[in-house]
């Protein structure tokens, strides 16, 4: 789902029209929403905003969404076969083979900045390397 944000008016205020539309997959092109859909998405725009304004309420979404997604990063992150997302997911697997220490390890080299650059380079560097392996 995408935003045309068309109709910036800059007086003293500006205003922003909202055009939602699909992308299509099937074809080439886009497709308006019908009104329901429309009205539906306006909606959540709104609650979205709602949430962003209230630094209370943004906090408290944002440790829901973390909690909801964490088994899913960590999972990709370790990179689990499909049987060992769904034992972590019942956390079997999580407190077999993730101890303390492996976790502090992860959060450690996630939390420094000179950590996660390096790592970030180090993973570009091993996928270029395979790029170009490939050629």
Do not use: V
């Amino acid at each position: 789902m995408l935003i045309n944000l068309i109709g910036l008016i800059f007086d003293s205020i500006f205003k922003i029209s909202l055009f939602p539309y699909y992308q299509c997959k099937d074809k080439i092109g886009l497709s308006m929403m019908n009104k329901t859909e429309e009205n539906k998405f306006l909606r959540r725009i709104e609650e979205y905003s709602r949430i962003i304004n209230n630094p209370e309420s943004l906090m408290e979404n944002w440790i829901k969404f973390c909690n909801f997604r964490k088994l899913y990063y960590l999972s990709n992150l370790l990179s689990f076969n499909k049987l060992e997302k769904k034992l972590f997911k019942r956390r079997i697997f999580s407190k077999l083979f993730l101890k303390d220490k492996s976790l502090l390890l992860i959060l450690n080299l996630l939390r420094c900045e000179a950590h996660r650059e390096a790592m970030i380079e180090g993973l570009k560097s091993i996928l270029n390397c395979r790029e170009r392996k490939n050629i």
